[in-house]
């Protein structure tokens, strides 16, 4: 059985950091196609924040969190992280990690496992 459990969300102030992490069960991450990280805010969709795609497709990033998060994988800890820099309010939100073993689009429907989510609160 698969399973994928967050951890690392909390509350920091804006200009903080926190990383994420995502640990993989019953599976091995990297023979995933796509690997990434989303996050959904109060009354709004969920949208994919980072995306590591297999071979040697280019990491995807939404715009507003280039330059300040980072993705990344460890195959020896079967782990998915996502470092969070220079937090923003604005980057308040569940987040959650997801992955696919065939590749597709970055939308939430092509993703069919799933973790049940961390919160990240980031305060003014």
């Known amino acids: 059985q698969v399973q994928l459990v967050e951890s690392g969300g909390g509350s920091v102030q804006a200009g903080g950091s926190l990383r994420l992490s995502c640990v993989v069960s019953?599976?091995?991450?990297?023979?995933?196609?796509?690997v990434a990280w989303f996050r959904q805010a109060p009354g709004k969709e969920r949208e994919a924040v980072a995306v590591?795609?297999?071979?040697?497709?280019?990491?995807y990033y939404m715009d507003p969190v280039k330059g300040r998060f980072t993705i990344s994988q460890d195959r020896s800890k079967n782990t998915l992280y996502l470092q969070m820099n220079s937090l923003k309010t604005e980057d308040t939100a569940m987040y959650y990690c997801?992955?696919?073993?065939?590749?597709?689009?970055?939308?939430?429907?092509?993703?069919?496992?799933w973790g049940q989510g961390t919160q990240v609160t980031v305060s003014s």
């Open positions: 997801a992955a696919n073993s065939v590749c597709g689009s970055k939308s939430p429907r092509d993703f069919g496992y």
């Open positions: 019953g599976y091995t991450i990297t023979n995933y196609c796509m």
């Open positions: 590591i795609y297999a071979g040697n497709f280019p990491t």
